[in-house]
């Protein structure tokens, strides 16, 4: 199992930037890939980047441009640099790693809230 600890919400204005942190424990040997969802009030959860172990990077269209997913292997944490925040992006914001027997692993998730 993989455990997954996120940090670096909160509550910022309509236009600024957070980061957002996840660090991985435990079998992180299976790891294959990593990256983040997120949860508006309301809606369905939503796919908003991964990173591979190689550093390919996918990201939901609406994230295109303003948030740039990364991750540091040497520390096992993946980061989630958004800027130009908009009230939208309000959401609970989670952490993921796909292993390589398929199976995922979530965090707890992080507050995100964006001020109009």
């Known amino acids: 199992q993989v455990q997954l600890v996120e940090s670096g919400g909160g509550l910022v204005q309509a236009g600024g930037s957070l980061r957002l942190s996840c660090a991985a424990s435990?079998?992180?040997?299976?790891?294959?890939?990593m990256g983040w969802y997120r949860q508006a009030p309301g809606k369905q959860r939503e796919l908003v980047a991964s990173i591979t172990n190689s550093g390919r990077t996918n990201y939901a269209d609406s994230m295109k441009g303003r948030f740039t997913i990364s991750r540091d292997n040497a520390k096992n944490t993946v980061y989630l640099q958004m800027n130009s925040l908009k009230p939208e992006d309000t959401a609970v914001y989670y952490c993921?790693?796909?292993?390589?027997?398929?199976?995922?692993?979530w965090g707890r998730g992080t507050q995100v809230t964006v001020s109009s």
């Open positions: 993921i790693t796909d292993r390589e027997d398929g199976g995922r692993s």
């Open positions: 435990g079998s992180i040997f299976s790891i294959k890939a």
